[in-house]
């Protein structure tokens, strides 16, 4: 009987998940959003930020 309950529940959240989950990355609107590809951040595309300079010795 639990493991019913536990089958039933999983194969629910596997249909939610398949048509509105973080990775079908179309928040329930039926639309599939693009997703960029990231970017390379190179040393000097950091330095490009200005980033704050730091000041002593110890860790974070």
Request: glycine residues 12%.
């Amino acid at each position: 009987m639990i493991g019913q309950g536990v089958t039933a529940a999983l194969a629910a959240r596997d249909a939610l998940r398949s048509t509105n989950g973080y990775d079908s990355h179309n928040f329930g609107t039926g639309v599939r959003r693009i997703e960029r590809a990231a970017r390379e951040c190179t040393y000097n595309d950091f330095l490009k930020c200005q980033p704050l300079p730091f000041k002593g010795t110890e860790g974070v």
